[in-house]
Every structure is written in structure tokens, then in C-alpha cells.
């Protein structure tokens, strides 16, 4: 739980602020790469971390990530500019990416279906908590202090969390395992220049130019080469089989469009308030904590609905009300008004924390306990993945409508176009669990498998 929330406060905490890291470091068109870049070093790293917790265990994985975060952070406080801000976010993503899958992975190790569904209370409510700490943080260092705490805070909770961490026991099954360096290396270089033609794009170059044409084709080119290596490598970074059952492949699509609907909003809620409706940065970091708080109260009581309902109806219901807020979001947006907007990203909230943890456990449950950390760290995969390229899209659509312009105005219109955006993920995740295929708890219960007694 305490390393968990290492990620859940980092993940609200910096959007309240980049209002006030602008000021300082300039850069307003590269701030999406302060999101991107985490992201994608997350979930590059995703895939060569969850086949590290089937073998060196995930004990080892977790204080290494731990160690990461608490580098990066520290090289985040101090940093002197746009660049290095972002350099060093993703050294941040890279100790993310090794937490977040290994513990949700734990939790799967250590609980039955039926105990998962009460756990998740406890699990949920680190969110819960972060949710309001996180942007109140945000907003209290930026309007009051510096930015630069919102990463300095992380120090004490990095060291609480690796302290903990080692009390815990557990007897990994070890074995001889190679990692697959070229997959990886070809997936990093894939997914960095789709987000680099994506973000700069239009702006660091024309469309036209070299640069414009020959990025698309190299994306082509690397992420194909990287679907050839995965079929000839003994053991690939990305297993493709998880791609190939229908559940897997639909409930990691919903965790992308998850991803891109919340990064969608918890990057630009804030700096639409605070540049248009004039909130403080206090103030918007409230309005966004209404989102992220209705995940884990939504989250909570999802065991509830899957464990009665099954998991597809589940997920219907909660990609439905997150894309009913989205349109709320888009609705509110010309009033400008900070309460209408925190309530509809409440009600976007509700809907993820309903959508995203039964998704995730129904791949966990449809396979066995040396299978898990791989599903759980290709579903996380896809989730950081649509979140990156979503915060990418996002911002190529409103550098477009901002064409250079910081007025009021253009801050609006761009927003109203990035919500847009939003509001057609949130569509295509309802599209998604639609054709999820009927999974109930009795169902997963038969494949469970007893954990391995503790050492």
C-alpha cells in the first residue's frame, strides 16, 4: 500500500503545479513531455520487469523500484530546466514502472478472488487518500512554497515504503531467464518516435518536411521489426499470446483507454481552470482531486458488482459513467466554471474506478500464478501506453489550436478541443467493453491456484 502511493501521490501531485513550473522554467509547449516521458519510460519498462518478478521475484523488483523513484525525484527537485525536468521525469518512470505492476502483482499472489474483492478496500483507499494529498500538495508548494517539493516530499515516503518493503517474505520460483534486449530496445525506439512526431510534429518541424514524412514510416518500420522479434525471441519482453485470448486483448484495451481518459484530464483540468476561470492553484488542485477521489470510492465497491454481475457487465456500467462525465467535462467547459468541472470529473472518476479494477483481475483470474506477473504487466503496459500517446495526441491537438498564442481564449479553445478528445476515448472504452467476453467470478475461481506457502 505505502509503495503504491509512492504513485498515486506522483500522479496528481505535478498537474496542479505546471502552471507554476512554466513560470520558472519556460517551455509551455514541451510541459506534455513532463507527462509523456514518465509514461513511456514506464511502460517500456513494464514488460522487462513483470517477466523479472516470475523469475528473481518481486520482493527484489520492488525496493529497486523504490530506489529509482527516490533518484529520480531528487534529480527532479533540483532540476534547472524544461530539459532536464524531463530527463530526469523519466528516471522517475523508470523505478514507476517497476512498482505499480510488482505490487498489484503481490496482491494477486497473496489473496483468493473472494478476499481480492475486500482487499481492494484497503488498496483503493491509498488512492483514496493520495487523491486529496496529491493535488492539495500541488497546489500548497506551488502557490506558497516551491514546485520543487512536490518532488522532495517523496523522499521520506520512498524510504517508509523500502523499509517495509523488506519485511516482507516470500519464495520466488528462481530460474535461468534471458531478457529479450532487442524487443525491448526496438519497442522503446517505436513507442519514443511516435511520441516525438506526435508532440513536435507541426511545431518543432512542418508536417511536410523530412522529419514530418519519415517519423510515421520509422514507427512503421520499428514496431513491426519488434512484432518479428517477439515471434523468434525464446522469451520476449511482450509475450504476444496475451494478445491473442479475447479477454486479455479487450481488457488491455480497456486499461489503454483508461489511461488516456485519465491522463487526458488530470494534465489539462488544471491549467484550463487556473488560466481560464481563474482558480489559484490550490483551488484547481481540489477540482481535480474530485476525480481521482471517485476512483477509489468507485473502486472499492467494485468487488460487489463483478462478483454478482460478472466482470463484462461491470465494465459496461463503469466505461458508460466515465463517458458521461467526459461529456460533462466538455459541457462545462465553455462556463468556465471550477465546480461544474470538478463535479463532472468526480463523476469520470466514478466510472474508472469501476471499470479499471475488475478488468485488470479478470486477466489475473484467467490465468495461473506463473502467468500472472506477465498479464498484469502487459495490461499495466497498455495502460501507460494509452496514457502517453493519449497525453501526446492531446497535446499535438492543442499546441495545433494554440498555434503559439497563451491568451484566455486560446486556452479555451484548445481545452475545449482536448476534452473533445476525450470525450471520443471515452466512447471507443464503451465500444471496448462491449465486446469483452462474459467472465464471472466462478469462472475465475477455477483457475486459481494456491500461493506458495511463505519461506
Given at each position: ?160 515504503a523500502a523499509v ?101 484530464l488530470t494534465s ?177 475461481a477455477a483457475t ?8
Amino acid at each position: 500500500m505505502l509503495s503504491t502511493g509512492l504513485i498515486a501521490i506522483d500522479s496528481t501531485i505535478l498537474a496542479t503545479a505546471v502552471p507554476s513550473i512554466v513560470q520558472d522554467l519556460g517551455g509551455f509547449s514541451s510541459f506534455p513531455w513532463l507527462f509523456s516521458v514518465y509514461l513511456l519510460a514506464q511502460a517500456v519498462s513494464v514488460p522487462v520487469y513483470a517477466k523479472l518478478t516470475d523469475t528473481i521475484g518481486r520482493k527484489p523488483l520492488l525496493l529497486y523500484g523504490i530506489g529509482m523513484f527516490l533518484l529520480g525525484s531528487i534529480l527532479c527537485g533540483f532540476a534547472p530546466s524544461m530539459l532536464t525536468l524531463i530527463l530526469f521525469r523519466a528516471v522517475q518512470g523508470l523505478g514507476a514502472g517497476a512498482i505499480m505492476p510488482t505490487s498489484i502483482t503481490v496482491a494477486g499472489d497473496i489473496y483468493t478472488l473472494a478476499e481480492r474483492a475486500k482487499a481492494q478496500g484497503y488498496l483503493a483507499s491509498v488512492w483514496a487518500i493520495s487523491s486529496v494529498v496529491g493535488p492539495t500538495l500541488g497546489g500548497v508548494f506551488s502557490q506558497f512554497v516551491s514546485w520543487r517539493w512536490i518532488f522532495f516530499v517523496n523522499i521520506p515516503l520512498c524510504i517508509a515504503a523500502a523499509v517495509l518493503v523488506r519485511r516482507y517474505k516470500e519464495s520466488p520460483q528462481r530460474g535461468t531467464h534471458r531478457v529479450d534486449v532487442p524487443g525491448a530496445v526496438l519497442l522503446t525506439a517505436g513507442l519514443t518516435a511516435l511520441l516525438l512526431g506526435l508532440l513536435q510534429g507541426g511545431q518543432a518541424w512542418p508536417w511536410a518536411s523530412l522529419p514530418g514524412i519519415g517519423l510515421p514510416v520509422l514507427v512503421v518500420v520499428l514496431l513491426v521489426a519488434f512484432v518479428l522479434v517477439e515471434r523468434r525471441a525464446p522469451e520476449p519482453v511482450l509475450p504476444l499470446w496475451v494478445f491473442s485470448r479475447r479477454l486479455l486483448l479487450t481488457t488491455g484495451l480497456i486499461s489503454a483507454g483508461v489511461g488516456a481518459l485519465l491522463l487526458g484530464l488530470t494534465s489539462y483540468v488544471p491549467n484550463f481552470l487556473e488560466s481560464v476561470a481563474g482558480a489559484s492553484p490550490l483551488e484547481s488542485g481540489l477540482a481535480l482531486a474530485l476525480l481521482t477521489i471517485g476512483w477509489p470510492i468507485a473502486a472499492s465497491n467494485a468487488g460487489r458488482l463483478y462478483l454478482r454481475l460478472g466482470f463484462r457487465p461491470t465494465a459496461l456500467i463503469g466505461s458508460t459513467v466515465a463517458l458521461v462525465g467526459a461529456v460533462g467535462v466538455l459541457v462545462a467547459t465553455p462556463l468556465a466554471s471550477i465546480w461544474l468541472t470538478g463535479i463532472a470529473c468526480l463523476v469520470v472518476g466514478l466510472g474508472l474506478g469501476t471499470v479499471a479494477t475488475p478488468t485488470l483481475i479478470a486477466g489475473q483470474s484467467s490465468v495461473g500464478f506463473a502467468e500472472r506477473g506477465v498479464v498484469t504487466g502487459s495490461n499495466t503496459f497498455l495502460r501507460s501506453v494509452g496514457s502517453a500517446v493519449g497525453v501526446a495526441v492531446f497535446g499535438a491537438v492543442a499546441n495545433g489550436v494554440l498555434a503559439g498564442r497563451t491568451s484566455a481564449a486560446a486556452v479555451s479553445s484548445a481545452s475545449t478541443a482536448v476534452f473533445i478528445g476525450v470525450v471520443v476515448a471515452g466512447a471507443l472504452t464503451v465500444v471496448v467493453a462491449t465486446l469483452m467476453p462474459s467472465f464471472r467470478a466462478e469462472h475465475a475461481a477455477a483457475t486459481e491456484r494456491p500461493a506458495p506457502e511463505p519461506a
